[in-house]
């Protein structure tokens, strides 16, 4: 650290450094003070005896003047400055600046975090500078102030979503994240167990079974920030991990976890500044959405309402509870062991008047289910159903997928033991936050609303992960590694 005294005597400087700091935002309301700054420096304009460097802070920017003073401090750098506000005249002015109207003259500045030649430029919104780079530096990435806009919007956007559920007596409750391997539709995350060298845990591709049985323990109104894990195929925008709102509720029919979803929906996006289309979200068909759009995802705004970034929800509900597996898709195949599966979720309720079909395992294709599904702008948002609490039920659709009563035991013993011991009629949802926050802030891209996403490759940001590790914490864990020609010829296959 080096100090820079400027004209200021030593014992001067001792008062100055004991002075609070104030923030740059609050400098258009102080001039004629001496204020203490601490922030980055944003841009440098040097003058030879005069420098201009727009300091930032986490509330905006301001001009800093130093007459003989500043000139070596590097872009990006960190000080803390003390000076005096002064007003700019009306002929200086920034418009577009809240604090335009002011400028600090530097008395005395601390470099208190060097910046050598920065690695990507931050510049611009930074979409042109390639993926690896940007995530392997994504601390300076995300000083953006597009990217510093989108974490804090959707900090606000959390914010207001858990304050909407508090009122409506829901509690936040945490589930585990070392579970037990799930027929949730994808493929398992697995932890290897040190104390049971040879078993695994999976990491929850969501926290469905702990939230149905957390209706069982008679919280009635449950919710979750949860992160959940999925080894799926990547996609340009997507990782292996996701953040949901999860939540669930007790004695409600479909369509009042619906109306407290979009209440809930409605006022959070309006205390962010999202734009909705509709008062009312409208409620489609499966079978009519497929008929009228192709897909049971859909875009309902106009060309004006994309470029407004004008948010259009809708439901979608009557889905088929079943489908034929899709041989390529390794999660299906593996959950299933009569060719057919679940089109959602194995643990929803058929509608009623399919119930008895779904018992009778018969009529498979002509099955709906309770599931409703939220669609935003032509991505799905969220998801829910009402769940079979009758244990027969629940079964039944074990059974629909061919599983002998062993296997039922051993996948969902636990929830039919549940289901016989008071559970209670329940549903609930799950809400997709890193994509409603992307098109809140108009993004193409998941990964502009993370802070730290994976590449698409899988690579983790900053740190590389997936990497090997020592070979006696594998020894601790009873694995082994196959030889580089033994796994090569495996991915060969
Ligand atoms: N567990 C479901 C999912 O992750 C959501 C739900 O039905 O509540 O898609």
Redesign the pocket.
């Known amino acids: 650290m080096s100090t820079k005294e400027g004209c200021s005597p030593p014992h001067f400087l001792a008062i100055i450094q004991a002075m609070n700091r104030t923030l740059i935002l609050e400098t258009k309301d102080k001039v004629s003070q001496q204020v203490k700054l601490q922030g980055w420096v944003n841009s440098k304009r040097d003058h030879g005896k005069i420098t201009f460097i727009d300091l930032r802070d986490r509330s905006g920017l301001v001009q800093i003047v130093g007459f003989q003073k500043l000139s070596e401090l590097r872009i990006e750098s960190v000080i803390e400055v003390v000076g005096m506000v002064k007003p700019r005249g009306e002929k200086y002015a920034n418009e577009q600046l809240a604090t335009g109207k002011v400028e600090v003259e530097v008395e005395s500045y601390t470099l208190l975090g060097d910046c050598e030649e920065l690695p990507i430029t931050l510049d611009g919104d930074g979409l042109n500078i390639g993926e690896a780079p940007r995530l392997k530096y994504r601390y300076l990435d995300l000083r953006r102030p597009r990217l510093q806009h989108n974490l804090r919007m959707r900090s606000q956007l959390v914010d207001a979503l858990r304050q909407i559920l508090f009122k409506q007596d829901f509690v936040e409750i945490e589930t585990p994240m070392l579970t037990k391997s799930t027929k949730?539709?994808a493929r398992d995350f697995l932890v290897p167990s040190r104390f049971q060298p040879g078993k695994f845990y999976a990491l929850p591709?969501?926290?469905?079974q702990y939230?149905q049985l957390l209706m069982t323990a008679g919280f009635e109104r449950y919710f979750q920030v949860a992160r959940?894990i999925r080894d799926e195929d990547l996609r340009a925008d997507r990782g292996f991990e996701f953040t949901?709102l999860?939540?669930?509720m007790s004695f409600v029919t479909q369509s009042a976890v619906m109306q407290t979803v979009e209440a809930m929906v409605k006022q959070a996006v309006g205390v962010v500044g999202g734009k909705l289309k509709q008062k009312d979200f409208p409620v489609i068909d499966y079978q009519d959405a497929i008929k009228k759009y192709g897909a049971d995802k859909f875009d309902l705004r106009s060309e004006q309402e994309k470029k407004d970034n004008v948010l259009a929800f809708a439901w979608v509900v009557n889905f088929p509870f079943f489908k034929k597996v899709d041989k390529k898709d390794i999660a299906e195949v593996r959950d299933s062991k009569s060719g057919w599966t679940f089109t959602?979720?194995p643990?929803?309720q058929p509608k009623p008047e399919f119930v008895q079909d779904h018992l009778n395992q018969q009529n498979l294709d002509k099955i709906l289910t309770t599931?409703y599904d939220l669609v935003c702008n032509g991505y799905e948002i969220?998801?829910?159903?009402i769940?079979a609490h009758d244990p027969a039920v629940l079964e039944a659709t074990f059974k629909i997928m061919g599983y002998s009563a062993e296997q039922i035991q051993e996948s969902v013993g636990h929830m039919l033991r549940a289901f016989k011991l008071g559970t209670p009629p329940h549903?609930?949802?799950?809400l997709g936050i890193d994509r409603l926050v992307m098109l809140l802030a108009n993004e193409k891209s998941l990964k502009e609303t993370i802070a730290f996403p994976m590449t698409s490759t899988g690579r983790t940001a900053v740190m590389v992960g997936p990497n090997v590790v020592e070979p006696d914490q594998l020894t601790e864990l009873g694995i082994s590694i196959k030889s580089q020609a033994d796994l090569s010829a495996r991915d060969q296959k």
């Open positions: 949730e539709g591709q969501s926290p469905q939230k959940c949901q999860d939540l669930e959602h979720n643990f929803s599931q969220g998801g829910g159903s769940r549903g609930g949802i799950a």
